[in-house]
């Protein structure tokens, strides 16, 4: 029996949802589209299946495929991301915010000094915000941009480790639109006796695929999630040199947590194949490609971008002098059927809640096979909905008919 038949209401819904997918301008940075395999390992018979513990050394019987999915997820990893044969692959962290934590966990000490990116100025909620854990368990001394370039400054970044002394410096974002050069934080690391960590989530496919510096020859502990850029299941996977496996692996299981998702690792495997394809390169090459389109082409209509462009797949918007700030600017455009984010910009001074701008990303649209031209296409309705209020029903209309052209993977 199926779920349309048993469950009406639940397949309803998922079908709105499907609709809503496919009708809309998905821009938010760490959103894209899943392929059908994906998909269908997701909602696989693992899902069942309870597997503490690792690859042959399980605590409960009856997982001799299970052990063969996730060492397959491990291998793909380690191709998609050409491991040095001295890395570890862990795969069962449940999402990004237990990864990071669990490393942590691992390497430090409650208490202990970590530097990392201040939320305000692009960094993730685990990177040390004091309404997260990670800020009440740990020390953390916040490094951002500067004001006139909004860039990172790699030296003084080597000033504030130099006054602070961490045990860990984490190189990652959720709102950094310019290339991280992560050999200069190997140099600012070893220059203070660190372990150098990065967080990779926003860029991981850009890194596989070869259009963004990758950190693994540098640093001795990556993370990343797997859908964003990767194009796979809601998940985390952390990679480090082998010295810190073992300790990785306690904080994981049983440190952290219990039996792992063998139906998303499953689609990590699957998302990993699919990262080693040539058409996955050249979606990657796309995705910036448009980035860099859409940045031109919102300057072009007088918005301001905070660094004055992007290098990646993320764009942030300043609204400042637009006469709207951005929690009233989302909400408009997603009645016009353009799906975004309001975010906090370096030196905000408005609140979290309601900052003065908007985060985009071209990872779902690039999916979708929309290339430059069809950016130009977007930036125009934004500027129009964000100039002219009234006319978001019409442009939702419209962005539906466009949508039409564009089918979304997966769905």
Same mark, same amino acid.
């Given at each position: 029996m199926s779920l349309k038949n048993n469950d009406k209401q639940v397949y309803d819904l998922i079908q709105k949802e499907r609709k809503r997918q496919a009708e809309v301008l998905e821009l938010i940075a760490s959103e894209n589209y899943t392929s059908k395999e994906v998909l269908e390992a997701l909602g696989s018979v693992l899902n069942n299946k309870y597997a503490e513990g690792y690859p042959r050394k399980r605590y409960y +019987?009856?997982? =001799?495929?299970? $052990?063969?999915? &996730?060492? !397959?997820?491990? #291998?793909?990893?380690?191709?998609?991301?050409?491991?040095?044969?001295?890395?570890?692959?862990?795969?069962?962290?449940?999402?990004?915010?237990?990864?990071?934590?669990?490393?942590?966990?691992?390497?430090?000490?409650?208490?202990?000094?970590?530097?990392?990116?201040?939320?305000?100025?692009?960094?993730?909620?685990?990177?040390?915000?004091?309404?997260?854990?990670?800020?009440?368990?740990?020390?953390?001394?916040?490094?951002?941009?500067? +004001?006139?370039? =909004?860039?990172? $400054?790699?030296? &003084?970044? !080597?000033?504030? #480790?130099?006054?602070?002394?961490?045990?860990?410096?984490?190189?990652?974002?959720?709102?950094?639109?310019?290339?991280?050069?992560?050999?200069?934080?190997?140099?600012?690391?070893?220059?203070?006796?660190?372990?150098?960590?990065?967080?990779?989530?926003?860029?991981?496919?850009?890194?596989?695929?070869?259009?963004?510096?990758?950190?693994?020859?540098?640093?001795?502990?990556?993370?990343?999630?797997?859908?964003?850029?990767?194009?796979?299941?809601?998940?985390?996977?952390?990679?480090?040199?082998?010295?810190?496996?073992? #300790?990785?692996?306690?904080?994981?299981?049983?440190?952290?947590?219990?039996?792992?998702?063998?139906?998303?690792?499953?689609?990590?495997?699957?998302?990993?194949?699919?990262?080693?394809?040539?058409?996955?390169?050249?979606?990657?090459?796309?995705?910036?490609?448009?980035?860099?389109?859409l940045s031109k082409a919102l300057q072009d209509f007088g918005f301001r971008l905070v660094s004055g462009g992007s290098d990646n797949h993320l764009i942030l918007m300043d609204l400042t002098g637009k006469n709207i700030g951005g929690k009233d600017a989302q909400n408009l455009l997603e009645k016009a059927g353009i799906i975004l984010n309001r975010n906090m910009i370096p030196f905000d001074k408005r609140s979290p809640m309601d900052p003065s701008g908007l985060r985009l990303g071209t990872a779902a649209v690039t999916s979708r096979g929309m290339k430059e031209k069809e950016m130009s296409k977007i930036a125009s309705w934004i500027a129009a909905v964000i100039t002219d209020h009234s006319v978001a029903e019409q442009v939702k209309e419209e962005v539906k008919r466009f949508t039409k052209n564009f089918p979304a993977p997966g769905l």
């Open positions: +019987a009856g997982n =001799e495929i299970v $052990d063969q999915v &996730e060492e !397959l997820a491990i #291998a793909r990893t380690r191709e998609a991301f050409d491991l040095p044969i001295d890395w570890h692959v862990n795969v069962q962290p449940y999402s990004g915010s237990p990864m990071n934590l669990e490393v942590y966990n691992a390497l430090l000490e409650p208490g202990d000094t970590i530097m990392a990116l201040d939320l305000a100025h692009g960094g993730h909620l685990t990177h040390g915000s004091k309404v997260n854990v990670s800020g009440k368990l740990y020390n953390f001394v916040h490094y951002g941009v500067t +004001a006139k370039s =909004e860039r990172l $400054d790699y030296m &003084e970044i !080597l000033k504030l #480790a130099d006054q602070h002394r961490p045990k860990l410096i984490l190189s990652g974002f959720t709102a950094y639109p310019r290339e991280i050069d992560f050999e200069k934080f190997r140099d600012i690391a070893d220059k203070v006796g660190a372990i150098a960590m990065a967080d990779i989530s926003h860029i991981a496919g850009l890194v596989s695929a070869g259009v963004h510096m990758s950190p693994i020859p540098f640093f001795d502990v990556v993370t990343t999630t797997t859908h964003k850029t990767l194009r796979g299941p809601r998940a985390g996977i952390i990679m480090c040199k082998d010295k810190y496996a073992t #300790a990785i692996d306690k904080s994981v299981f049983p440190g952290s947590q219990g039996g792992p998702h063998e139906n998303a690792i499953a689609g990590i495997a699957v998302a990993m194949k699919e990262a080693k394809t040539a058409a996955f390169r050249k979606y990657s090459e796309q995705v910036v490609k448009n980035s860099k389109a």
